[in-house]
């Protein structure tokens, strides 16, 4: 059976959608650090920040005042409790020699997303991403570890020709890689969820089905 995913096939296209959106990213990064003072609304920003690979996988090109809309308030109690139960579950996972514990966090890597982007209870999100990325867990890995060596030559290498040169571009790099990072959790995403109805398929579901329920009635 042919992988939905692989370590250099998401790599190269993370970067790409990353890139295309790297001025809007970087945008709604600084308008975010401007406004995590500001109570109640910093918690619909966090959560903002959270979708934007679920807006990645769109192929939607993101606005930066996206992240002050009022709808992603509305999952806080949601986000709170996702990672209430993640944290407490992940504790005795790490206890056993750390490994089980980064097994169990890749499994529920996608739960989040699915919460805010299908509609999803947070116990059912952590079952779905579980079992979304079964077989993939070590792909969703390599990726970060692939990246990572690349940052930590490319980064050392510029160090080593001159130390202001070096501060200067693994500043440059951290952000190329943030944005590539962000595209790499969207076609993850995409990819291994295509199969789950959005939310906003349901809703429309909905919306029919009463209609064709109420025109029946008339």
Do not use: H
Request: aromatic letters at 12%; a negative charge; charged letters at 15%.
């Amino acid at each position: 059976m042919e992988k939905k995913i692989t370590v250099f096939g998401v790599i190269g296209e993370g970067f790409v959608i990353g890139m295309k959106n790297a001025l809007s990213l970087l945008g709604a990064i600084v308008l975010y650090v401007l406004t995590i003072w500001v109570p109640y609304i910093n918690v619909g920003t966090t959560i903002a920040m959270c979708t934007i690979p679920i807006e990645l996988a769109k192929g939607n090109v993101i606005s930066p005042l996206f992240i002050f809309k009022g709808q992603y308030r509305r999952y806080i109690g949601e986000f709170f409790t996702l990672y209430g139960m993640m944290f407490m579950a992940l504790i005795p996972a790490l206890l056993f020699l750390i490994v089980p514990g980064i097994v169990v966090a890749l499994g529920w890597s996608l739960a989040l997303y699915l919460l805010l982007d299908k509609g999803i209870a947070p116990g059912e999100a952590m079952v779905k991403s579980n079992k979304a990325t079964y077989g993939y867990k070590w792909t969703i890995f390599g990726v970060s570890i692939v990246v990572g060596l690349a940052v930590g030559l490319v980064g050392g290498a510029c160090y080593l020709i001159d130390e202001t040169f070096g501060i200067i571009m693994n500043v440059i790099i951290s952000l190329v890689v943030g944005f590539g990072l962000l595209g790499c959790d969207a076609v993850i995403y995409r990819d291994l969820t295509a199969d789950e109805p959005s939310v906003d398929v349901l809703e429309e579901t909905v919306i029919e089905t009463n209609v064709d329920e109420g025109e029946k009635d008339a």
